[in-house]
């Protein structure tokens, strides 16, 4: 880098850091309960979000969201596992640190449950300590919600019974099965509970739950922040625009990743 470079650096830096703390000073006062939804917040004043890992969860499923909200002011985003620890998403090629076993975590405000390929699903939707604690979460909680297959292990925790609800495209007809109605659209909110489409949907899902818990201004401030923009080379991002040849591709692609 050139020396004028090197010292402009620093300069840009400063200014970056100054900006985002007079924002965050002006939006930590209308954080926790503006929504009109959010409960009052726990003890240490915070409101609390929690994440379930599972061996062969999908990354974005838990990392869109997280991304999202873990800058919203007030708020605290835990990733929970059956066990503290590293836990390898659905290609085993990445793993995601589980801060607090599920045991340890009691309530959450906000519970989300991501998507996996379909070894990490099936083993979750058979799991009845899963279901359990999903259950016991729920009771208390202000929103319950999944990403993309998650909403399958919801369903077999018997929180989707009699309810409209969305999913991965290729899982649509799994939902039946769990006692759901699908619903088409990028989240279906359903009283406290919220389920998103595939994958990326769980970042539009986060953007909701950030005016929920906050307010409008700072879930716009959010997306902003993360820049999601979305503009694609190519408009295949759902069934309805894609092709057969298309469909088997994806799911094969899916398929040869998964471990």
């Known amino acids: 880098m050139s020396r004028d470079g090197a010292q402009r650096e620093p300069a840009r830096r400063v200014v970056l850091r100054g900006a985002v703390s007079?924002?965050?000073?002006?939006?930590?006062?209308?954080?926790?309960?503006t929504g009109g939804t959010a409960q009052a917040a726990p003890a240490d004043g915070r409101l609390h979000v929690a994440i379930l890992l599972y061996d062969g969860f999908t990354a974005l499923d838990?990392?869109?969201p997280y991304e999202v909200l873990c800058r919203v002011p007030g708020?605290?985003?835990?990733?929970?596992?059956?066990?503290?620890?590293?836990?390898?998403?659905d290609t085993g090629e990445l793993s995601l640190i589980a801060e607090?076993?599920?045991r340890h975590v009691r309530h959450a405000d906000v519970l989300v449950i991501p998507g996996g390929g379909q070894r990490g699903t099936t083993a979750m939707m058979e799991d009845t300590a899963v279901h359990e604690w999903i259950r016991r979460i729920h009771?208390?909680?202000?929103w319950t919600t999944s990403v993309c297959t998650g909403s399958l292990i919801l369903g077999a925790a018997g929180l989707l019974r009699g309810l409209?609800?969305?999913?991965?495209?290729?899982?649509?007809?799994?939902?039946?099965?769990v006692g759901a109605t699908f619903t088409p659209g990028r989240f279906v909110e359903a009283g406290k509970i919220i389920t998103a489409a595939g994958v990326s949907a769980g970042i539009d899902m986060g953007l909701h739950l950030a005016a929920r818990l906050s307010d409008v201004k700072v879930a716009q401030a959010m997306?902003?922040?993360?820049?999601?923009?979305?503009?694609?080379?190519y408009d295949t991002g759902s069934p309805e625009k894609a092709d057969a040849e298309t469909e088997a591709l994806a799911l094969k692609l899916l398929a040869d990743a998964a471990v």
């Open 100 to 102: 607090r076993a599920m």
């Open 223 to 233: 997306q902003l922040a993360v820049e999601y923009d979305p503009d694609p080379p």
């Open 164 to 177: 409209p609800a969305t999913t991965f495209w290729g899982s649509r007809p799994y939902l039946a099965e």
């Open 62 to 64: 838990a990392v869109g």
């Open 75 to 89: 708020v605290r985003v835990t990733m929970v596992g059956h066990e503290a620890g590293p836990i390898r998403t």
């Open 139 to 142: 009771r208390r909680s202000v």
């Open 22 to 33: 007079g924002a965050v000073g002006a939006g930590a006062a209308i954080a926790v309960g």
